[in-house]
T-cell receptor, first 117, second 111 residues
Framework: EPEVTQTPSHQVTQMGQEVILRCVPI?????FYWYRQILGQKVEFLVS????????KSEIFDDQFSVERPDGSNFTLKIRSTKLEDSAMYFC???????????????FGSGTQLSVL | RKEVEQDPGPFNVPEGATVAFNCTYS??????FFWYRQDCRKEPKLLMS???SGNEDGRFTAQLNRASQYISLLIRDSKLSDSATYLC????????????FGTGTQLKVEL
């Protein structure tokens, strides 16, 4: 099973501040995904990222959000001007096989719990 | 209608019992189906894929009925360690792994 490391495990921020959540896969994967889960609710798709470009995004993923792969290994989710309702667990995910995305299984990182005060 | 619908539970069962979860999905074009397991405040972990022919992995059996847009998971000989939330997950045609999750069914296995 592929491994994905997410940092930090917990992030507390003030409303209006910017946060950057990081994801580091153990091996070289081309496809990355971000999902989030508000406490007590279902896991929701945010964005998929392939070959340094966004391939699909949800309605949630508005201009407040951005994704990058700044150095070829780390994969980041930036949330600008955070709001109270951004408080959630954010999961990075990769597919189980390198270079293959279509309908393959996703493996999730342990998540970053974001708390906006 | 919700995209993926599950009974939230909780299902409280004694150790050794057999328990079944059901799930329905609304998008008839869905192509891939999964059951994930999620422990409290942890990441979802893939339990098994679900195929039309039905598939089994140890004590776990999954079934898919495309005509009824219905997915099931059967757990035999429940263990205390099976206590978790079970997530029904569907991927639409076109891949890209945009997974749509149900809200999950909570299972509590008791002594």
């Amino acid at each position: 099973e592929p491994e994905v490391t997410q940092t930090p495990s917990h992030q507390v921020t003030q409303m209006g501040q910017e946060v950057i959540l990081r994801c580091v896969p153990i091996s070289n994967h081309l496809y990355f995904y971000w999902y989030r889960q508000i406490l007590g609710q279902k896991v929701e798709f945010l964005v998929s990222f392939y070959n340094n470009e966004i391939s699909e995004k949800s309605e949630i993923f508005d201009d407040q959000f951005s994704v990058e792969r700044p150095d070829g290994s780390n994969f980041t989710l930036k949330i600008r001007s955070t709001k109270l309702e951004d408080s959630a667990m954010y999961f990075c995910a990769i597919v189980g096989q390198q270079g293959i995305a279509t309908n393959e299984k996703l493996f999730f990182g342990s998540g970053t719990q974001l708390s906006v005060l | 209608r919700k995209e993926v619908e599950q009974d939230p539970g909780p299902f409280n069962v004694p150790e050794g019992a057999t328990v079944a979860f059901n799930c329905t999905y609304s998008n008839s074009a869905s192509q891939s189906f999964f059951w994930y397991r999620q422990d409290c405040r942890k990441e979802p972990k893939l339990l098994m894929s679900v195929y039309s022919s039905g598939n089994e992995d140890g004590r776990f059996t999954a079934q898919l009925n495309r005509a009824s847009q219905y997915i099931s998971l059967l757990i035999r000989d429940s263990k205390l360690s099976d206590s978790a939330t079970y997530l029904c997950v569907v991927s639409a045609t076109g891949g890209g792994n945009k997974l749509t999750f149900g809200t999950g069914t909570q299972l509590k296995v008791e002594l």
